[in-house]
């Protein structure tokens, strides 16, 4: 008999609290012959290897006393007699490599024999499963190469964009073994996505799979913390990540710290990576990260803009295109069925018939249907529409759901596929990886292209049993940001527009960072990014062979007796930044220590091939002839008058001819309308603002 074995864990205990593991051994398989053991009230199975010695006694879930006499015991259920019996499931209870006190580890040693054992066991490996190859995907190795091509030169925040389901975890492992980590920090947005990332990392993933060519079998699994506790002390950081290679953690717990804490956390760790790292940033997140400036910092996610829409700090190193993941089989079709109705009771009621009989059609496939809300309340809502489909055992999953035990007993469920239909809030969570989650019913959709790609990637993750996955959503009322209108038009093709939006707004992500990489050192106390200048400006007409940037000081007054005065240049995109601060007197009192600061931004930026200066002013006084006098030369000169509408040359304007008004005038007056060339202007603005206005016109 052919007997799969677990994982043997050499180190398992708590570090305050916190679950710490080491695989001592890997999964394993022997031959033998497994028999009937009885001692006393202990009834199991005893297993002798073909060769060796290393029996092991295979005790069942319920077992209570376990006998004294053996070196090797394992809680398991025995199934019917087969030629294969698959235990990896099991846990070891006893085993000469297991420890579970720690006291009886040196745990220094055990991370610095870790690090030796990776000196020359990793190899850049691509996959090649025609030939019976496993190791690496090639967005995998790319994203590899750019964080070590990256490191060689710079110390920099850097940032990898791939889309979900091409592998990040597996970049992240083969970071830490190739790089040899010391000791890394892993910082992940929600539990859940902390325990994957921090079994994946217990395991090294693919990296120790039987057959992969990318890690050499000697190579030692690192020391993995699970960091679910805050520590309290700077005693506390020491004694958890002194003992730990890996520890993982969630922003939450790593952000609410206190200040010393962090900055110990940092001192261990000379290495950070994040994951997810497109989430919203608290501002407690915001300080801890800048702990680590002085550290290796990779973030990882599939959209370089978070979701508050809000820029990622950091440069992107490496981007792995959408549509190259759907090329390679990485990204599978989506198929959008529309849904069209104006009532939202109605919209709600076809979306669930049609997701229903998606669900059927696809029931060989064991596909599952998630059924997306906005809010709590309207998931329950929701989900009286899917509770009549008992042969699915429907079932919510949200924060509604108070009890923690009940959520796990429903993740399990729904993993399990006993429960095939799950109404939800926010897609479930990251870290919810389910390859049978195809079929989605947006009741509500997401409004933001950042989200609606981590959603996507969901969906579509590879497997070829599993066929494509369904979108329903209602095109009738659809209240979205301009990049995902045409996402919900009535026939549009995701597999074309999602990578088409993607690239898009990835793009502008790379060139705003190679724009902004251009400066000259700027103050950090207003980093160059979170600059916000108005789109107005006086233009001036200029002369002047060269620009002189440098000599903006000659061309603001009052610029001596500003206390702060920053400035930046981008030479290559003749573009000048100054900031200055002056001190300002406040009018109800006469104490000199008291005053307030007057801020101002100028922007300034020469067109050479036009000949043209721009330049904006944050307070927006005057027309800066002095400025730029200064920079451009005395011939520089404003654009003015009607000069300035010539730049509406070949933009239609729209014309109102014919407008409705929906009005109550009185008792008699509800709607009254207006006539003639142009009567746009004769519409007063409270009138606009309170009517509803129907308008028929023209483009000039």
């Known amino acids: 008999m052919l007997v799969n074995f677990p994982a043997v864990f050499g180190i398992e205990y708590s570090l305050k609290g916190n679950p710490a593991r080491q695989i001592a051994m890997d999964k394993f398989q022997r031959e033998g012959m497994l028999a009937p053991f009885t001692r006393g009230r202990v009834q199991g199975s005893i297993f002798q290897p073909a060769v060796g010695d290393e029996e092991v006694l295979i005790v069942p879930p319920e077992a209570k006393r376990l006998p004294d006499g053996h070196l090797r015991i394992l809680r398991a259920t025995v199934g019917p007699n087969a030629d294969a019996l698959d235990l990896s499931n099991g846990t070891w209870l006893r085993h000469p490599l297991r420890h579970v006190q720690e006291g009886q580890i040196d745990h220094e040693r055990q991370i610095e024999q870790c690090l030796r054992s990776w000196i020359g ?221 104006f009532n939202r009771k109605k919209a709600d009621q076809a979306i669930a018939a049609k997701a229903i009989a998606q669900l059927r059609e696809d029931a060989d496939k064991g596909h599952i249907l998630m059924a997306r809300a906005e809010n709590v309340a309207r998931a329950k809502e929701v989900f009286e529409l899917y509770r009549p489909y008992e042969e699915f055992r429907p079932v919510q999953l949200h924060t509604g759901i108070t009890s923690v035990t009940q959520r796990e007993a429903i993740r399990r469920q729904i993993i399990t596929g006993e429960s095939r239909i799950v109404v939800c809030v926010d897609m479930l969570g990251e870290g919810f990886d389910l390859p049978t989650l195809k079929i989605a019913a947006f009741h509500d959709i997401r409004k933001t292209l950042a989200v609606t790609l981590q959603l996507a990637g969901r969906f579509t993750r590879a497997r070829p049993d599993l066929g494509d996955a369904t979108f329903i959503a209602n095109t009738a009322d659809v209240q979205v940001r301009e990049e995902l209108r045409k996402l919900y038009t009535r026939d549009p093709d995701w597999n074309i527009l999602l990578p088409q939006l993607s690239d898009t707004m990835i793009g502008e992500q790379m060139s705003l960072q190679e724009f902004l990489r251009g400066f000259t050192e700027f103050t950090k106390e207003i980093p160059l990014k979170t600059v916000r200048p108005a789109t107005s400006c006086v233009v001036y007409r200029t002369t002047c062979q060269d620009w002189k940037p440098e000599n903006f000081r000659e061309g603001i007054p009052g610029i001596d007796s500003c206390e702060q005065v920053h400035e930046t240049t981008n030479h290559q995109e003749r573009t000048l930044v100054v900031v200055t601060a002056r001190r300002v007197p406040l009018d109800w009192t006469d104490v000199q220590t008291l005053y307030s600061w007057d801020w101002e931004l100028y922007v300034v930026i020469w067109s050479p091939d036009q000949n043209l200066l721009y330049i904006n002013g944050s307070t927006n006084a005057g027309e800066y002839k002095a400025l730029a006098k200064a920079v451009a030369g005395d011939t520089a000169a404003l654009i003015k008058g009607n000069d300035v509408f010539r730049t509406f040359d070949g933009v239609n304007r729209l014309v109102l001819q014919q407008v409705g008004l929906t009005e109550i005038l009185g008792r008699n007056v509800r709607y009254t309308g207006r006539m003639g060339g142009n009567v746009g202007p004769g519409v007063p603005d409270a009138l606009r603002r309170h009517a509803k206005i129907r308008s028929l016109g023209h483009w000039l």
């Open 121 to 341: 066991a990793f190899s850049y490996v691509q996959e090649d499963p025609g030939h019976g190859v496993v190791g690496l995907r090639n967005p995998q190795l790319g994203a590899l190469h750019a964080i070590h091509s990256h490191w060689s030169v710079a110390e920099t925040i850097a940032t990898i964009v791939m889309p979900t389901g091409t592998g990040k975890t597996e970049v992240m492992l083969s970071v830490l073994v190739s790089a040899r980590c010391p000791r890394l920090l892993v910082v992940a947005p929600t539990d859940a996505l902390r325990a994957q990332l921090a079994e994946k990392f217990t395991s090294l993933g693919i990296l120790k799979l039987p057959g992969c060519a990318v890690l050499n079998p000697g190579a030692r699994h690192p020391i993995v913390c699970t960091l679910q506790h805050i520590p309290n002390t700077t005693d506390e950081v020491d004694y958890i990540f002194q003992r730990s290679h890996v520890i993982v953690t969630t922003s939450s717990v790593a952000g609410q710290s206190d200040e010393s804490v962090q900055a110990r956390m940092a001192q261990h760790c000379p290495y950070f990576f994040v994951d997810e790292a497109h989430h919203a940033e608290a501002p407690t997140w915001v300080v801890f990260k800048e702990r680590f400036k002085e550290r290796r910092v990779v973030q990882f996610t599939a959209t370089p803009f978070r979701e508050d829409g809000r820029s990622l700090d950091g440069d992107i190193i490496y981007k792995y295109p959408l549509k190259k993941a759907q090329e390679e089989g990485y990204f599978k079709p989506i198929r959008f069925v529309p849904v069209v109705a």
